[in-house]
């Protein structure tokens, strides 16, 4: 994760160019197989819900328009370099505000942009609920209950103890290397939470999460840096803690909330042509942070597979495929849902 790019969504960037196994598991029942398959590459950049997403839009390519879909692995800027290349055809999740450029090659038709995807993305501080509001039926009485905003947490660092350092509280920050480590740490030391707080690096984004659920999980407390959609948002209560309203200038030093964005769904130059009818279920296709945050962690909880996620997800919001489908494509892709 070398750029901020590389950061408003979880997942390591592979630095080397990959091509993943040909996906698998999709019912072809119904499709008329006279005409050739479509290969089409799906970029994978790395991370967790750009991967389930491929595997929706992937289910649904085999179902529904003969597309023989296979993933290609990389970082941000080598994926999104072969979108515009011609080389991968299907970027489901499109960060768009984070790529530099990207206006400009949707002015200039280097890329198709054919829909928003979800806006409802957030990033920062989190804290569990039971920590302000306790919890019942857990046992848990509320250790920080005036705790609202990230200026906040210098009343509360005896509640977030360090185990190494008893004297400090400990925020666990972004991993070394993702330029939003940067940032955080500029809002660490701009408000004074330097004072009161060690800041820690987890050290992958793995580390970070099981941190997160081991001390939820025992209904400890735990300041943390985490992102949406991800499994934990999906699986565990957290909160987002306040911060002051996004500027650029004000964010480029620590000193406000990180930005929401609209992400997109885009497509190479040339892929209009060669899919037509799989494109128009494309500028289609939307979804919601909130839902892809359950999706993943039903996939946690359950050790599923992302196409077994996609195939639970499309199953429990069969309005989606009303939503997307043509009612001929819609009665295709249910059928391969029953096999």
Known sequence: MKNFAERIVPGMACVFFAVSTVFSGCSKSGLSHTAKPVHVNFADAGWDSIRFQNAVAMFIGQAAYNIEPEEKSGSTPITFSALKAGDIQVYTEVWADNIPGYRKDISDGSIVELGDDFDDNRQGLYVPRYVIEGNSSRGIKPLAPGLKTVRDLKKYASVFTDPDDNSKGRIYGAISGWAVDGILRAKYKAYGLDSYYNYADPG??????ASISAAYEKGEPIVAYYWEPAWLSGKYDLVLLQDEPYTKELFDRGLCEFPSMTIKVCVSKDFLTQAPEYCNFLRNYHTTSALISTALAYMQDNKASYTDTAKWFLKQHDD???????????TLVRAALRD
């Open 204 to 209: 992958s984004d793995s580390a970070l999460a």
């Open 320 to 330: 989606f495929i009303t939503e997307w489908l043509p009612a001929d494509r819609a």
